[in-house]
């Protein structure tokens, strides 16, 4: 994978572009605290056959921070950008977490341009103001450290920090080398976000993809929004935490297909 960059709203956005160029194309928006690299096993399966976008939404990865107060129709509105700098008019778009929320929105300001949506792991709203105001006190006070074991506790199965140590550790260690300022602003933004009105009124091929052990996203969260949304699928990965993309990435990507064949969206 080649270094990718575009100057897009007033900071540079980090992106990769994979897989067939003449191809109908995926996007996937990652979560809080991660980079495009948690897609890594997925555009592994779907590029002989789709155009892959992958990105660092701004404040994450290598993007820039940029100095607009964070909000999630300003993430939407960089992904609107990024797509435009590709000349990608339609795709199918998968969120997981906030990114989730930057698809939900993407898909109530500008239908036409999302074919299709997975909602991985998310929910119209996630948590509440206290929640988030107490987890960015800690990282002001105490850097990224002060939340990297107890994050990776419910992003993960228990199961697969046993199995998987050191892949654990180099997730947290994605996970604290987001900029505080990044990680923070993101939090500041899930916590002013709730798209519960716009998400229960999409007319769009809908799937909502849940784990079932998922900490940060319970997967009653995820069923009730699928259950908001007229014709929404829904369907749960067995003794998976909150990034299916890591830990189950050919079951999350059998959904995908699925999803995809059944809409007939290729």
């Not at 540079?12 to 948690?38: C, E, K």
């Amino acid at each position: 994978m080649t270094l990718k960059v575009a100057d897009l709203n007033g900071t540079h956005l980090h992106y990769a572009d994979q897989g067939r160029q003449d191809a109908p194309v995926l996007v996937f928006s990652n979560s809080l605290g991660t980079d495009l690299r948690i897609w890594d096993d997925v555009v592994a399966i779907f590029a002989p056959t789709f155009r892959v976008i992958t990105y660092d939404k701004r404040g994450h990865g290598l993007s820039g921070i940029g100095d607009e107060p964070y909000s999630i129709d300003l993430h939407t509105r960089d992904l609107v950008a990024l797509l435009d700098h590709l000349g990608v008019h339609s795709a199918i778009v998968c969120g997981l977490s906030v990114g989730g929320l930057i698809a939900q929105h993407l898909a109530a300001i500008a239908p036409a341009r999302v074919r299709g949506l997975i909602l991985c792991d998310t929910a119209p709203k996630i948590g509440d103001a206290t929640g988030w105001n107490a987890r960015i006190d800690a990282i002001t006070k105490g850097g990224m450290d002060a939340i990297g074991d107890a994050v990776i506790e419910r992003w993960l199965s228990e199961n697969y920090r046993t199995r998987h140590p050191a892949m654990s550790a180099l997730y947290r260690a994605m996970l604290v080398r987001t900029p505080v300022a990044g990680y923070g602003g993101t939090c500041a933004a899930l916590r002013d976000a709730d798209l519960t009105t716009t998400t229960s009124a999409l007319t769009i091929p809908v799937l909502c993809v849940g784990g079932s052990v998922d900490q940060s996203t319970p997967p009653e969260l995820v069923r009730a929004m699928a259950d908001s949304i007229p014709g929404a699928g829904f369907a749960l990965i067995d003794g998976v935490g909150h990034l299916p993309p890591i830990e189950a990435p050919q079951e999350l990507c059998r959904l995908i297909d699925g999803f995809i064949k059944e809409n007939s969206l290729v």
